[in-house]
């Protein structure tokens, strides 16, 4: 069982950065790939990025690539994402999740098996 518990999330101006940080419980955090997914008023919930259970290997939306970045610190328990160059259009809530099978770095949701409560993002203009 993975507990997870995102914060950092708040009001920015565009342009703007904000990180995320993503609290796991459990010893057996760092086997797991961890991703960041987001939810916007209306819309489906839709991949940001992943990094794998080691750390090297990462992903990312192309509507996020060059902006923001996933990291994780295993010592720590901690999943980050770094937003930088915040658009309107990032606003959304903002999900931290866990892939146990750890085969590829997952984009889709139904691949992640934990989740956290979500932290609120608002980009304003």
């Known amino acids: 069982q993975v507990q997870l518990v995102e914060s950092g999330g708040g009001l920015v101006q565009a342009g703007g950065s904000l990180r995320l940080s993503c609290a796991a419980s459990?010893?057996?955090?760092?086997?797991?790939?961890m991703g960041w997914f987001r939810q916007a008023p209306g819309k489906e919930r839709e991949f940001v990025a992943a990094?794998?259970?080691?750390?090297?290997?990462?992903a990312y939306a192309d509507s996020v690539k060059g902006r923001f970045t996933i990291s994780r610190d295993n010592a720590k328990n901690m999943v980050y994402l770094q937003m930088n160059g915040l658009i309107p259009e990032d606003t959304a809530v903002y999900f931290c999740?866990?892939?146990?099978?750890?085969?590829?770095?997952?984009?889709?949701?139904?691949?992640?098996?934990?989740w956290g409560q979500g932290t609120q993002v608002i980009v304003s203009s």
């Open positions: 999740a866990a892939d146990t099978a750890r085969n590829t770095l997952a984009r889709t949701a139904v691949s992640y098996d934990y």
């Open positions: 459990g010893r057996t955090f760092s086997s797991y790939n």
């Open positions: 990094i794998m259970w080691f750390g090297i290997s990462t």
